[in-house]
Nanobody, 115 residues
Framework: QVRLVESGGGLVQAGGSLRLSCAAS????????MGWFRQAPGKQRELVAT???????NYADSVKGRFTISKDNAENTVYLQISGLKPEDTAVYYC?????????WGQGTQVTVSS
């Protein structure tokens, strides 16, 4: 069983920045894929960014240039640095990990962007 705990969400004005953290209960060194997803009210959950065990990153087109995913293997933590926030970025942000063919999710952290 893998536990993921997100933190760092909050209320921010448009144009502001946040850093989300996802702390894992196991070593993330060899986890093939970890990522961030988000779900806005009335919408489906969507991919935001992923990072592989080797550090290769991938981003949704809507966040390229504004969001940066990174990880600290020593801290077993994945981060999502968000800048240039827009009202449409308002959503619950979820951390995800694919471990031995099983998907694990955190409980989510709310990001609200005011215009």
């Amino acid at each position: 069983q893998v536990r993921l705990v997100e933190s760092g969400g909050g209320l921010v004005q448009a144009g502001g920045s946040l850093r989300l953290s996802c702390a894992a209960s196991i070593s993330i060194f060899s986890i093939n894929y970890m990522g961030w997803f988000r779900q806005a009210p009335g919408k489906q959950r969507e991919l935001v960014a992923t990072i592989t065990s080797g550090g290769r990153t991938n981003y949704a087109d809507s966040v390229k240039g504004r969001f940066t995913i990174s990880k600290d293997n020593a801290e077993n933590t994945v981060y999502l640095q968000i800048s240039g926030l827009k009202p449409e970025d308002t959503a619950v942000y979820y951390c995800n990990a694919l471990v031995q063919f099983t998907n694990y999710w955190g409980q989510g952290t709310q990001v609200t962007v005011s215009s």
